[in-house]
């Protein structure tokens, strides 16, 4: 059993994140500064956190892939039970515990989606062709946006930002997860416990069922030709780049359906939503951005994505059902009083 001493988690928290260990500092505060303050924390957090997962990435080239995963679900059913132990005892859980379970859950995802087609089963192309013929008259939009919109041999400032949509997914759902972790902890948990559970279904299905993008269906002969846009926009700012960040991640071609892509952003919105309604209609902006990139470029049929919005709807709800206690609604930024209170706990 991993044990937390809780000095050492206080040290951690005092060092990653002022206010747990003292939350009046940010009583006195202005709204704006308060946010300003948090972002930039929050951002220099993320960078210690992409080294540490680029650091996990390094060792899985070292050991067999089934030895890191095992480990990684050792790790991450550990810090579970710890967690869940501090709460039967009415404790509050360090944000850092928290904060370590998103990161491992995040490795986890990448290393079991990476290796679900090598199950034994054979990639499917038809039934989300299909799916998407049903719902455009027989047109596939992935198609007939790149035969309208995109320019073969040139990269446009729609595919700059398609590109850049796409690519946003592996920091954007980080970001917000560290800046959960200095704001309001038990957001934190309800997010987190979400994403567990987009985790859980979409490996199942990727596993028993992995389907192929428009762009590999094209390649088979399913579809005409599409061209990969984001492959090629990565590369025309530097050759060989996207190459390097597929051996680095360990992208699994055929996990099209359900797009992960389209339920880790609907997951940013909804939690935004739950606290300031602002931010959540910014996270449905940027969900709608991602969607439309996501068939615009080739990677995601219109089923795909609406299968992702399905995964995330019920993925938030159960996440709701099973953590009362964190689903109510209030202020992002926890009250200091609130935080205070949260801090005698865990010490």
Excluded: C
Aim: hydrophobic content about 55%; aromatic content about 12%.
């Amino acid at each position: 059993m991993l044990k937390v001493q809780p000095w050492a988690a206080s040290d951690l928290n005092r060092w990653l994140n002022p206010w747990f260990s003292n939350p009046y500092a940010k009583a006195g505060l202005s709204g704006s500064r308060r946010l300003l303050r948090a972002t930039l924390i929050s951002a220099r957090n993320l960078v210690f956190l992409l080294v540490a997962i680029a650091g996990l990435a390094s060792v899985g080239k070292v050991l067999p892939a089934y030895v890191l995963i095992a480990a990684g679900l050792t790790a991450t059913g550990t810090l579970a039970w710890q967690i869940r132990a501090r709460d039967r005892r009415e404790q509050e859980v360090s944000p850092a515990l928290l904060l370590a379970l998103f990161a491992l859950v995040f490795a986890v995802m990448a290393a079991v989606r990476s290796m679900a087609d090598q199950a034994g089963f054979d990639a499917r192309y038809a039934y989300v062709i299909d799916l998407d013929e049903s719902l455009f008259g027989g047109v596939v939009p992935s198609v007939w946006l790149q035969e309208h919109l995109h320019s073969a041999g040139s990269v446009s400032l729609l595919d700059a930002f398609a590109s850049f949509v796409y690519f946003s997914y592996f920091t954007v759902p980080l970001l917000v997860a560290v800046a959960l972790w200095h704001l309001n902890p038990r957001a934190l948990r309800l997010y987190l416990s979400a994403t567990i559970l987009i985790i859980i279904a979409g490996n199942a299905w990727f596993t028993l069922l992995p389907t192929a993008p428009p762009w590999l269906a094209g390649q088979e002969g399913y579809l005409p030709q599409l061209a990969r846009i984001a492959p090629e926009v990565m590369n025309h700012v530097r050759p060989g780049f996207y190459e390097q960040g597929y051996q680095a991640v360990g992208i699994n071609e055929v996990a099209a359906f359900p797009s992960y892509h389209t339920a880790q952003t609907l997951l940013v919105a909804l939690v935004g939503w739950r606290y300031r309604r602002w931010l959540g209609l910014a996270g449905l902006a940027y969900t709608a951005a991602m969607g439309f990139s996501l068939i615009y470029l080739g990677e995601h049929y219109v089923a795909d994505v609406l299968a992702g919005v399905a995964l995330a709807a019920g993925a938030w709800a159960a996440a709701l059902r099973l953590m009362p206690a964190a689903s109510r609604r209030g202020e992002l930024v926890e009250a200091p009083a609130a935080a205070a209170e949260g801090v005698r706990r865990a010490a």
